[in-house]
């Protein structure tokens, strides 16, 4: 859009051919400058398209920004914009919007705004930016009632995509949208909603697209068949780093339907990640089979990498070595020598954590379809920004001709920040110089992932004559998130592995926590809730076994530690502050509700464990029983607090989504490494959980709060596996302090 | 009599190696259909890249996880797992054909009423499995739905459970 655009034509931009109408959200540009400096009026009207379509027949059409992975963002985002415009929920028609990278006036920008899904911060974000995009297009339609019904605008009000006039006569808003958008938008933010005013946030939302769901028609990135793509498979290097030292494609080649057969090499190792995560051989064929079939009949010799002799058993005596160092210091308070020496009992357990694989249901895929100044994605993604910088880098090609169309995507679960599986796409399609669709397999997939980090977890608490922890100490030593990532590189080691002020940091007036890097091969990535899943396995544990250890109640002695509800620092997501009150408060419910101080006599057992993560508090109970070395959970609850709910349909399923990932990550699942090769790749040896290891029903409380929304994704897993540990710990007194827990059960029972 | 692989309408080309046993006939969603491709296509490929049929997943390929049950003859079957070579004469139902174009099944019905989708991609298998547990058992116990083997990666099994009864209740309904 030119800068010298007039107003005039600014509003019939906004006037669609089929006669639709788009409500000017879209700022007038070449308007009159605003009163407000920009920064002030909110994404919404500086960055933002358009979001909003009101149709002929009054029915609004609502645009989803987000990447939906399952978490519900194409449900709730929608909501916030619905809100604030009054929109009649029940007629709102979603529609997944593209990414939306292009070059405005004053540069490169996203004109949707943030489109990512990681962090648990697409409500947040959503909270700051949508509701001013609904609440600009409800000023627009009050505002062109106000000049039909010559009234002021304060005796006009809004209903269900209705303007209401004082007599109590309705107008539907398509009967305004002509007007509302010869009108030049604010020059400054609308005033929001209060919340009593709210008619959709808050309220249970059906998934807007269920019925899509399960009729088959929801389109996956992977059921793209855009211009003919033929259909690539790859084996990669199974070695950590390794390389192709020959192949033998004479038997693939007969296969029928494939088109070509060819290598591609790995990544220069260390070099900053934007391209395929390891060398292989590619099958370029007319369709899936073809490609796998032809795949499963190459004859590849490897060469094995500088990781050969990688193994999970090499990193657990690296941790050993690693913990008798100095260590990144990441926060030490107090003065931890006197306090040892003048402690009266000193308590040490030591924890280990796995890699772990994403094993999202749909495998990574991509489509990509290159042409000499333009270029087109199809696939299930989380960070599109990335692909498309990916893109722009193996191609040359100006982002802002890269076309990236987002889909519903089978899971994410932090996998699909990375898109070395586009990369990979795009390397094949430049050499097949067709479209091509990347299909990878669950093989390729549990062998091929960026791992949640592997690491050792040493505490120690130093008591005083009354059993008071006067001393914590909290030494880690892990694989740094970090892999081949230009932007992590910068930071520090612990990032996204360990965090600083984790309970109980600054409750605890001496404390050491420190971070040991092990050097690896393996690749890592975002694991759902990333630190948090690793690191309250140890501090949720070890707080049970103080308890146990000097005969106090574990949530007495968690709450005395949490003492007076305040706000205390936080550095890292979620903060700058932990509030010890609604800490406490998850933990109590929690107790409450599963009848914590009542006695088990008949051989079960009851675990309970709390956590903040990004700015959500969450408690676990479960209670469960041994028999042999079965395990049989009998209740689960889940009490969570994530700031004021949107859809409170959508946190429910995220509580119970993160409860039955978190047991069946917790109980079976571990990535090994031997050999310099991943031993896992199958869900026969990575044994996601099935429907008769799980509790009935997951009990989900979630606290009513009046604080900022903090999203709901990633809270759910983190306390599942302490509290399960603690559980089994209260049926059969084995302590389990090695994940996953039922081998390591199994060993020790 | 419909063979998308052949989109000319010419019959098969006889010297074409993979159709060495001749065209396969067979019948989805009560369309008949001629498969004169490699015999040893598993019918998931069949169904997703031939006919476009894409509401059946790929999760694994190897019959461990049911993203692509389909229902054999009126019994779920993992389609994975199938070569066409098996299927000729028999008669398919997908996820696409459980219900008549605009109507749902009572299970489809049970999974909207219970919100059971997450990211969704493993619910068309849930549902076809649920569908062939109905046949079997109107009144399903708990084990009995915990007898279902599909994944899911989401955690959506409380939900599961309770639209299976929900879907039961709807079925025993209509039949009253
Ligand atoms: S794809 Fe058939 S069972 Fe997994
Ligand atoms: S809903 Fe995502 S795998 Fe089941």
Redesign the pocket.
Known sequence: MSAKLSRRQFVSVMLTASGALVVGLRPALAGPPPKVPMDMLGEALTSLGAFVRIERNNRIVVGARGCEIGQGVMTSLPMLIAEELDADWNRVRVEQLPYGYEIGVDGPRNRYGEQGAGGSTSIPNGWKDLRQVGAVARWLLIEAAAQQWQLPRERITTEASHVIHPDGSRMPYAELVERAAAILPPAEAVPLKKPEEFRIIGKPAKTVDARAIVTGKAQYGIDAYVGGALVAAIVRCPHLDGSLASFDDAQARKVDGVVDVFAIEGPVPGSAFNTNLAAGVVVVAANTWAALKARSKLKIEWKPGPWAEESTARLAAAAEEALKGEGLSLRADGDMAKTRKAARRTLNAKYTVPFLAHATMEPPHALIKLEPDRALLVASLQDPDDASTTIADLTGLARENIEIRMTRAGGGFGRRLKNDYVAEAVMVAKKVGKPVKLMWSRDDDLRHDFYRPFGVHRLEANLDRKNQVIGFTHLCAATPVAYRNASLRERPANTSVLDADAFPAGLVANFDKRFFTLESGMPRGWWRAPSHTFQAFATESFIDEIAIETKQDAVALRLALLGEPREIDYRGHGGPKFDTGRLAEVLRRCADAIDWKRRRTDGRGVGIACHFTFGGYTAHAFEVSVDGSDLKIHRAVCVTDVGRVVNPLGVEAMMIGGTIDGISTALNLAITVKDGQVQQSSFADYPIGRMAQMPNDVEVIVVPSEREPAGAGEMGVPTVAPALANAIYAATTVRVRELPILPELRRKL | MRDPQNKAGKEPAPAAPAAATGPIELTINGEKFRHTGDPEMPL?WYLRDVLRLTGTK???????????TVHLDGKAT????IPMAALANQSITTIEGIAGPDDLHAVQQAWIEHDVPQCGYCQAGQIMAAVDLLKRKAQPSDADIASLTNLCRCGTYPRIRKAVKRAAELIAGAKS
């Open positions: 998931l790929y999760g694994c390929g190897v019959g461990q996880c049911g993203a692509c993992r389609a994975c797992l």
